[in-house]
């Protein structure tokens, strides 16, 4: 059965007597035994800000069915209409998602890319690292800029490999935003050598509006690591799928041959860093939690659930298009290299802060330039909470102590709001600042999260935030653990931290 209580705007999970409205500060739902739930989310935000870079670029209309509505796509669409790209919406295309996600987005290329704009990338690494390339093929300068922690996020490498290409950047001296990009209308494109050591989107950036270079684009990376390889190899199948021809000749060098970009119909997968916390609910209340909409073949680095979470004492298991998750063994210490996979580690240090023994998650030092520290936020906030975790210089060391409630701040992070989410399962008295911050990739989540904890069996909680009518996500909330489940967490010492 459907149904809409989480739907209303002054919903309040918390009693009649509890302030209704949008308090920023979000008192985490503690699970009071195993959950047992089915989660469907939204598009991905890595495809969608790809598939609307490429569909602006290409050589006709591309229709994008299932796109992620949040902060960070908004921000990409509104910045590539300004440079004279059309995005309408338009009802969804017949198929298995139509409809499940609002409306399709509708891609109609400009004639010619219009400068004399700003762009905002508000705290978007996407927007702020794929967009300049854009602007130089556009005619007339833009401007970008973002949120004042987008100011702090490293920009020198698309300044620099831009300046290279002959492109015209003012940054005043800064290695940051703002800048202005001076786009003459094309870009002769060569052989540039770059540093990506702090973020692999300068690689994606560059190579998504390679092939529309005179002389396409060869480029070397030349640093310390490259972290995130999911998210290039992500670059080039997105390219590839659109006619472009990509190569590697060796690890650390890509070539993009110029030539058009196909206009393509693109159905958006879900959002696989997202089901994260999700998925870690499971484990974290030794019950079960089901992903509808696992694809059976993907490049988003989320789909590396399904075998982080195993280390840590999970069963995970798949039918179709349905992953499940099933706690009940205990969360144990993992010793992790994660450098592919950066985004996913606040969630997988909050499972790590609730194991049994301690755990090492190293590879991730770029995660410093996230939407804020995070290896710095991290250790802070659980911390705070009476944890033990040390920043080493490339991650983190985690030695989970038993945890009291208190204030987790977000530092404008939708991650390390999940991340708060996730350990207020097992702590009583979490609350979580600002979690309106979660709308970057997933407005929905506090809904969705609410749905999960308190949901009564049997029924189906809904969000339709941003389009009227749309089942834009859904948690099922069933009335039984799955079987073989655990008792409650409340009775399973090994995830009720000791207080
Ligand atoms: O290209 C992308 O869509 C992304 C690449 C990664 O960036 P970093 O390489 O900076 O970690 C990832 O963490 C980010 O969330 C999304
Ligand atoms: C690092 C992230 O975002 P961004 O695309 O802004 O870099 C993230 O979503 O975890």
Sequence with gaps: M???????????????????????????????????????????????????????????PSRLAAPLRSRDTTLMADALRSLGVTIEDVPPAPGPAAGRFGPD?????????????????????????????????????VVFDGDEGARRRPMATTISSLRA??????????QNLPFTVYGSGSVEGGEITIDASSSSQFVSGLLLAASRFDRGLTLRHE???????????????????????????????????????????????????????????????????????????????????????????????REGDRLTVTGG????????????????????????????????????GHIRHHET???AALAAEINGLGGNVTELDDGLRIEPRPLSGGLWHTYH??????????????????????????????????????????????????????VAGADVAGVDVAGAPAPGAPAPADADPSTEPPR
């Excluded at 290409?165 to 001296?173: K, Q």
């Excluded at 041959?257 to 998925?279: K, T, Y």
């Design 373 to 375: 520290d995070r290896l």
């Design 105 to 141: 987005w509708l891609v109609t290329p400009a004639d010619e890319l219009i400068g004399s704009t700003t762009v905002d990338c508000g705290l978007a690494g996407t927007v702020m690292r794929f967009l300049p390339p854009v602007a130089a093929l556009a005619l007339g300068p």
């Design 329 to 364: 063994s205990g969360i144990h210490g993992v010793d992790l290299d994660l450098s592919a996979g950066g985004e996913l580690a606040p969630a997988i240090v909050a499972i790590a802060a609730l194991a049994d023994s301690p755990s090492t998650i190293t590879g991730i």
């Design 2 to 60: 459907l149904i809409s209580r989480y739907s209303a705007p002054d919903f309040n999970p918390y009693g009649d007597s509890a302030p209704v409205g949008p308090d920023p500060d979000w008192a985490a739902p503690r699970a009071r035994g195993p959950l047992v739930a089915t989660v469907a989310l939204p598009g991905s935000k890595s495809l969608t800000n790809r598939e609307l870079v490429l569909a602006a670029l290409a050589d006709g």
């Design 223 to 317: 640093g310390e690591r490259l972290p995130s390889l999911p998210h290039i190899e992500m670059t080039i199948a997105a390219l590839s799928a659109r006619g472009v021809t990509v190569t590697s000749p060796e690890p650390g060098v890509w070539a993009v041959e110029p030539g058009p970009l196909a206009a393509l119909d693109v159905a958006i997968e879900p959002d696989l860093s997202n089901a994260a916390p999700f998925l870690a609910a499971a484990l974290v209340t030794g019950g079960s939690v089901t992903f509808v909409g696992w694809p059976a073949h993907t490049t988003q680095v989320g789909a590396h659930l399904a075998a982080l979470l195993p280390l840590f004492g999970a069963a995970v298991s």
């Design 413 to 466: 992070d939708h991650r390390m709001a999940h991340a708060g989410a996730i350990i207020g399962l097992a702590v009583d008295g979490v609350v979580v600042e600002d979690i309106a911050t979660t709308a970057k990739t997933l407005p929905e989540f506090a809904a969705l999260w609410e749905a999960l904890v308190f949901g009564e069996p049997g029924q189906r909680a809904v969000t339709s935030v941003d």
């Design 165 to 174: 290409l002959g492109v015209d950047i003012n940054a005043d001296g800064r």
